[in-house]
């Protein structure tokens, strides 16, 4: 054998050590992480197997949207498929969609705003736990499905930047942040832009939300392209009255947005439709 064969078997054999050496060693500093910080469910606290997951009872509760659902709201129907009328090829569309059209083409989201579900959204909104985004956004990449993959662009709500800079964090910018590098699709941060300062939303009426997001989004000054033509995603943690992913979704149409679908992680919903 050469000299470059015993080279390059020696530059190999070191590589796999090394490689070896780096896995040991990460999983040694896993473990010790976990010793301090062990891993608990993230809807009640209790020690589980691994971080970012929830114990089978949280689980269990979760209720997550599945079909039959509105194709357009995203709300699921009470009973079966008959409750919904049947749109083009072949979609769901129900009565409340038909009568009051939203301002975007379709609403997806993970699961009923209540119980473990709005105790995530609450955790990372109000308590800081930006951790909880990882696996929030793996269940959202879930309920955007073909959407979300054949989509030009993801967009977070905006916050006002007098509000940011209180929270020092905008959840549904984390939300998107990790949905894009799941789905692998491009990132908008800095396309739409909150150019009111709103109250917030918690509270109101939903006439007064409305009111309190009117003209309160716009495009951010040279990201035009951004939106002509585009199929878009909009994230937000949570949909209520749809006030606010409405204001936002109709400066993105004017702006000649092609489709906008709305995504989030939970749906509050006050009536089976």
């Not at 119980?115 to 955790?123: F, I, K, N, P, S």
């Not at 984390?174 to 990132?187: F, I, M, Q, V, Y």
Request: net charge positive; charged share 25%; with cysteine.
């Amino acid at each position: 054998m050469g000299d470059d064969a015993d080279e390059d078997l020696h530059r190999s054999s070191a590589s796999t050590l090394g490689a070896a050496l780096g896995v040991a060693t990460s999983g040694l500093f896993r473990k010790a992480a976990d010793f301090v910080y062990p891993p608990v469910c993230a809807g009640c606290g209790i020690r589980i197997g691994r971080h970012g997951a929830l114990c089978p009872s949280c689980w269990n509760s979760v209720k997550f949207i599945e079909r039959p659902f509105c194709d357009v709201l995203g709300i699921p129907f009470a009973f079966d498929h008959e409750a919904g009328l049947a749109g083009e090829g072949g979609r769901l569309v129900s009565a409340k969609a038909i009568a009051e059209p939203p301002r975007y083409d379709r609403l997806r989201a993970v699961a009923i705003h209540e119980g473990v579900a709005r105790r995530l959204v609450h955790g990372l909104k109000y308590r800081d736990r930006t951790d909880l985004a990882v696996m929030m956004a793996m269940w959202m990449q879930r309920a955007g499905g073909e959407h979300l993959v054949e989509c030009d662009g993801i967009l977070p709500v905006p916050l006002h930047w007098t509000r940011f800079a209180l929270r020092k964090f905008n959840q549904s910018a984390e939300l998107a942040r990790h949905l894009a590098k799941l789905s692998g699709r491009p990132l908008l941060p800095s396309t739409l832009k909150r150019v009111k300062r709103t109250s917030r939303q918690v509270g109101l009426t939903a006439k007064r939300r409305q009111d309190n997001v009117r003209a309160a989004f716009s495009i951010a000054h040279g990201h035009e392209a951004d939106v002509f033509g585009k199929r878009l995603v909009l994230v937000d943690d949570v949909h209520t009255t749809g006030a606010t992913v409405s204001s936002a979704a109709a400066v993105l149409k004017r702006a000649g947005a092609a489709e906008v679908t709305v995504l989030t992680f939970a749906l509050a919903i006050s009536a089976p439709i």
